[in-house]
Antibody, heavy 120, light 110 residues
Framework: EVQLVESGGGSVQPGKSLRLSCAVS????????MHWVRQAPGKGLEWVSG????????GYVDSVKGRFTISRDNAKNFLYLQMSSLKIEDTALYFC?????????????WGQGTMVTVSS | QSALTQPPSASGSPGQSVTISCNGT?????????VSWYQQHPGKVPKLMIY???KRPAGVPLRFSGSRSGKTASLTVSGLQAEDEADYYC??????????FGGGTKLTVL
């Protein structure tokens, strides 16, 4: 069974940092691109960042460029999102998602999400 | 990285068909075959319904279909059922390793 389990969310002050993790099981991790997608309370979905199977291709939504860093450890089957200089508008439920292929295409399987709250 | 444009709401009676549009540009929907659709029930995780414009993942009912004409993608739900009431989001690859979503459409089954 494919499983994506996010962790690392929490409540932090503006300007602080958090590191999200996504533990993956049930499929060959290094065959697929992976993504982080977020959803602010009561709002729509927003793609945050994606990383190809071999980490050679990485993308970010403009609003997080220079502040967030996506990475993956194919040996440990983990996806990460290092978030720094957090802003109030980063408050959202962050989902880890498996792509349908090795590069950015679609979000086939989703985790349950981990909540990030940025508040003073 | 402008969002794709979806109507905020759509509705239909049980058994009817409803089509939700997703308007993009020549830099996303009009240029790549990586258009997908997601269903999200309140408080639940999004579910992939259509990918690569027209493909259905295993387990998605045949009454869900996708299409594209130029810079506009569409999701059609035929034979509406009560459980189809949900929010629907489109997304597209937009080049440079970026993916964009539409704002979402709330589908109501009357």
């Amino acid at each position: 069974e494919v499983q994506l389990v996010e962790s690392g969310g929490g409540s932090v002050q503006p300007g602080k940092s958090l590191r999200l993790s996504c533990a993956v099981s049930g499929f060959t991790f290094d065959d697929y691109a992976m993504h982080w997608v977020r959803q602010a309370p009561g709002k729509g979905l927003e793609w945050v960042s994606g990383i190809s199977w071999n980490s050679f291709s990485i993308g970010y939504v403009d609003s997080v460029k220079g502040r967030f860093t996506i990475s993956r450890d194919n040996a440990k089957n983990f996806l990460y999102l290092q978030m720094s200089s957090l802003k109030i508008e980063d408050t959202a439920l962050y989902f880890c998602a498996k792509d349908t292929g090795p590069g950015p295409r679609a979000f086939e399987i989703w985790g349950q999400g981990t909540m990030v709250t940025v508040s003073s | 990285q402008s969002a794709l444009t979806q109507p905020p709401s759509a509705s239909g009676s049980p058994g009817q068909s409803v089509t939700i549009s997703c308007n993009g540009t020549s830099s996303d929907i009009g240029n790549y075959n990586f258009v997908s659709w997601y269903q999200q029930h309140p408080g639940k995780v999004p579910k992939l319904m259509i990918y690569e414009v027209i493909k259905r993942p295993a387990g998605v009912p045949l009454r869900f279909s996708g299409s594209r004409s130029g810079k506009t993608a569409s999701l059609t739900v035929s034979g509406l059922q009560a459980e189809d009431e949900a929010d629907y989001y489109c997304s597209s690859y937009a080049g440079n390793n970026n993916i964009i979503f539409g704002g979402g459409t709330k589908l109501t089954v009357l």
